[in-house]
């Protein structure tokens, strides 16, 4: 099943596509605590990242996001970032997910709406 997936699916993974350019010209720079792998050219111009799981962006970690992004040039393997004490750890986008926001009131959740402020008027068209 995981050729299958490979061949036919980009968002489980690599595909065959990426498994080939990797093992030719790929170099592991390092891993997060995730488990996705970051790779880069011998040249240091192309870098990836092939997930451990479904390919979501926002799974990757700040430190390595601005790697990916050439705005740090050494991997947070070479030089970690500095971690302020009022950093919180790194969340996924939970977006469309049963873990994501939804307030009081919502018909996701139960419980009643707040009352409107007063601060707001209807429009009515008789007016």
Excluded: C
């Excluded at 050219?41 to 990836?48: E, F, I, P």
């Excluded at 790697?67 to 996924?92: G, L």
């Excluded at 873990?99 to 419980?111: D, I, Q, T």
């Amino acid at each position: 099943m995981s050729l299958l997936k490979q061949i036919f699916t980009w968002w489980n993974g690599q595909t065959i596509g990426t498994r080939l350019f990797t093992w030719r010209k790929g170099q592991l720079v390092g891993q997060d605590g995730q488990g996705n792998n970051y790779y880069q050219t011998n040249d240091g111009v192309r870098r990836w990242v092939i997930y451990n799981g479904e390919a979501e962006a926002s799974r990757i970690p700040p430190e390595w996001h601005g790697w990916m992004h050439h705005t740090v040039n050494d991997a947070p393997t070479e030089q970690p970032m500095n971690v302020k004490p009022w950093e919180k750890p790194h969340q996924p986008n939970l977006t469309g997910t049963p873990g994501a926001y939804a307030p009081k009131g919502s018909l996701r959740v139960a419980g009643d709406r707040a009352a409107a402020t007063g601060d707001y008027e209807a429009w009515s068209p008789d007016a």
